[in-house]
């Protein structure tokens, strides 16, 4: 069954360090991955998405995530983070299901906290 | 655009009372989501559309809960009677044409919180 995996529940850095978010995933096929964030009280953003090609994919806000097959995994990196990147972050793949319909499985989440 | 828009951003009933929560997806979007965020379960699809027909309602907790799409423009979902434990943050995502993998990023409104006493 398709599913998403985000290991880390909660993350506190402090500003100015680097971070990473995991997220594994299973589907069967070649996967659409996604990484959203949400802010307090808001909806959820897409940061970036890989479809195909370069495995190294670049997303807004100085995010980029790298898609490794072998590990089915599709990790979250940002070299320097702010104070303003403490949010929740999902990762998501796009799964087709019967009928020919394809919907997001989202991950629990990974809620980020930022030190000063 | 001006992207998913839901109302109202806030709502808070009695427990019993009926409650209508209302989406207008992206223009030219041929599928709409709708979702529930709770800190026990965090997000789960409960119903999508795709041109207007509902294809997926498995994710729908009761009978209690009901969604329509009278038109490409405008969703609603809701829930009657209302309980405590249904409080909320319920979003609506909008996306191209759910049956394209390519176009399966969906686009969020702001969501609206729900709170039944």
């Known amino acids: 069954a398709q599913s998403v995996t985000q290991p880390d529940i909660h993350i506190t850095v402090s500003e100015g360090a680097s971070l990473e978010l995991r997220c594994n995933y299973s589907?069967?096929?070649?996967?659409?991955l996604f990484w959203y964030v949400q802010s307090p009280g808001q909806g959820l953003q897409l940061l970036l998405k890989y479809f195909s090609g370069d495995t190294l994919v670049q997303g807004i806000k100085g995010f980029e995530a790298e898609f490794k097959r072998s590990q089915s995994s599709f990790n979250l990196r940002k070299p320097s983070v702010h104070w303003s990147d403490a949010a929740e972050y999902f990762c998501?793949?796009?799964?087709?299901?019967?009928?020919?319909?394809?919907?997001?499985?989202f991950g629990a989440g990974t809620r980020l906290a930022v030190h000063p | 655009d001006a992207g998913v828009i839901q109302s109202p951003r806030h709502e808070v009933t009695e427990m019993g009372q009926e409650v209508t929560l209302r989406c207008k997806p992206i223009?030219?979007?041929?599928?709409l989501f709708w979702y529930r965020q709770t800190m026990m379960r965090g997000l789960e699809l409960l119903i999508y559309?795709?041109?207007?027909?509902?294809?997926?309602d498995s994710g729908m907790p009761e009978d209690r809960f009901s969604a329509k799409m009278p038109n490409a423009s405008f969703s609603t979902l809701k829930i009657q009677p209302s309980e405590p434990r249904d409080s909320a943050v319920y979003f609506c995502?909008?996306?191209?044409?759910?049956?394209?993998?390519?176009?399966?990023?969906?686009?969020f409104g702001q969501g609206t919180r729900l709170t039944v006493v």
């Open positions: 223009s030219g979007h041929n599928s």
């Open positions: 559309f795709n041109n207007n027909v509902p294809i997926d």
């Open positions: 589907y069967g096929a070649t996967p659409y």
């Open positions: 995502a909008s996306s191209l044409n759910a049956r394209r993998l390519m176009n399966t990023e969906a686009f």
């Open positions: 998501a793949v796009g799964a087709m299901f019967s009928g020919g319909y394809n919907k997001l499985i």
